[in-house]
């Protein structure tokens, strides 16, 4: 979960990968959620919700009693938040104006001009609206009957966020200290000396709230009837981000969420491929590159990667074992065979990801050779594969498409007359010694990528011999996977 936001009837969440889930009353389809997963922000009314997308577009569902869930047709995209109140909905545009629309019985829709533009932060109450201006300053507006639009000189400047209840606001100040006013009937103007400084978030419900602090504590004031102001002892030091509405509490505790993607911006799924590579020639090598991004607010620790299957699959680089909030992380995975075929590994990455404690792909490479031709149409498996733009296929025997395109090559001098002439060596065949009488043959052996300048390349006794009908047999090892060798006759 990444955020949340909650009135006295329903509860709305964002997750890590913005989609949205709600629970609670749904009277009214509060909780029939738009069909999006791209959700930015969400916002909880008394019984209906505001999303906004990505994109900067408001959507809304749930009551319509006084067309709080009629959008404007003229808001347009490029929102920036959302704020909802009882009966009321409000937008910041991307010029920073507020916009609101539904109740208005006490001026919630009549925007204040200083809430027309220069507005960074909006926050709705049950009947009053709060807008952060650009220089730190507080505008209020709405419902007024116990003071909460009588924004005090402590919030006129110096202000970092503003939050609202059913009948009071408070504002975030840029040195961490909180300050409320309106109703106090359950003391939430009272605010602790514990939330007097290094608060770095607030939050509001109906008649109480909830102060988070540097140190991951949490403060909380006000009405205490459901419990809503008794902070959980698991709450206190790995809390991220808090959460109020009508008479509950939410604290986030710090949770990692773990995502690998190959390449960088392509997210891969538990259980999935994690990348194929090849074709490739027999003994070249290839590498994917892998990062781990974590989605999370808490550390992701304890990474270990373990690849289980073909030995030719290696971890060149492991990755670190810890990946902090917000972080990528890469590692790197080789690949080489010194045979043809297909091959696979599974890729287990563990770590302390909560839902996902094992991250599970499969990789693939497939391997070809310049020695094979797995279809009999005299063209090896690689040559195929650098052929397929036009048209072949290493699976399937094309024999006439092959003798076709050697002799078009031909014909158009693929193979020009010096080359071919290059390989006659001038040379007599046998010699006769006129001393001994002996004819001896002399051969030697040159070697050439280019059917052009050619190399001496000695032969060793050992590459010799006499096979059982007679003839000589000459075996030539060579690293390269291209090239010519010529034989040299002469002394």
């Known amino acids: 979960m990444v955020s949340i936001s909650a009135s006295r009837n329903h509860q709305v969440v964002r997750s890590f990968r913005n989609e949205i889930d709600g629970w ?52 347009g995209g490029g929102v920036l938040a959302v704020a909802a109140g009882d009966f ?38 049950g009947n009053h609206l709060l807008a952060l201006t650009e220089a730190g300053g507080v505008v209020a507006w709405g419902w007024n009957l116990y003071g909460q639009c009588n924004v005090p000189v402590e919030a006129t400047a110096g202000v ?37 400084s290094e608060v770095v978030a607030v939050a509001s419900g109906d008649n109480h709230l909830i102060a988070l602090k540097s140190d991951g504590t949490v ?66 090598a290839d590498s994917l590159v892998f990062q781990i991004v974590n989605l999370g607010d808490g550390e992701l620790n304890g990474i270990a990667a373990v690849l289980n299957g073909d030995a030719a699959f290696t971890l060149a680089e492991a990755p670190p074992t810890k990946v902090d909030a917000g972080a990528t992380e890469t590692f790197t995975i080789d690949f080489t065979s010194a045979v043809a075929g297909e091959f696979e590994t599974e890729l287990t990455i563990s770590s302390n990801d909560p839902d996902q404690p094992s991250f599970v792909l499969t990789i693939s490479a497939t391997v070809l050779s310049a020695a094979e031709d797995g279809d009999g149409d005299g063209f090896n498996d690689w040559m195929e594969y650098v052929l397929r733009d036009l048209g072949f296929d290493r699976a399937m025997d094309q024999s006439a498409e092959a003798d076709e395109l050697l002799a078009k090559a031909n014909e158009a001098g693929l193979f020009t007359g010096g080359q071919f002439r290059a390989l ?68």
């Open 219 to 284: 403060v909380a004031w006000g009405s205490d009837l459901e419990g809503q102001a008794t902070v959980p002892a698991g709450a206190q030091g790995e809390t991220v981000r808090v959460a109020a509405g009508g008479d509950a509490s939410f604290f986030k505790i710090a949770e990692p969420e773990i995502s690998v993607e190959q390449p960088a911006g392509e997210i891969l799924t538990n259980g999935g491929a994690g990348g194929a590579l090849g074709p490739m020639l027999v003994a070249s």
């Open 88 to 125: 009321h909905s409000a937008a910041l545009t991307g010029e920073g104006a507020v916009r609101v629309w539904g109740f208005a019985d006490y001026g919630q829709t009549i925007v204040p001009v200083s809430a027309t533009s220069g507005v960074t932060a909006i926050a709705a109450g």
């Open 424 to 491: 006659s060596v001038p040379n007599p065949v046998i010699e006769r010694d006129p001393v001994t009488g002996v004819f001896t043959l002399v051969l030697g052996l040159g070697k050439s990528d280019d059917l052009e300048s050619f190399v001496e390349f000695p032969l060793e006794a050992g590459d010799v011999s006499v096979t059982a009908e007679g003839e000589v047999k000459i075996d030539i090892e060579s690293a390269d996977e291209t090239a010519y060798f010529r034989i040299e006759v002469g002394d």
């Open 24 to 75: 609670g009353v749904n009277a009214s389809g509060q909780l029939d959620f738009p069909t999006t997963t791209e959700v930015a922000q969400v916002s909880a009314g008394r019984s209906h919700t505001l999303l906004l997308t990505e994109a900067g577009d408001v959507l809304a569902t749930g009551l319509n009693t006084s067309g709080q869930t009629e959008v404007p047709t003229d808001l």
């Open 160 to 196: 970092s966020a503003v939050v609202a209840g059913e009948f009071h606001s408070a504002a975030l100040k840029d040195d961490g200290s909180v300050v409320v006013w309106g109703r106090n009937h359950r003391s939430q103007k009272d605010v602790p000396l514990e939330a007097a």
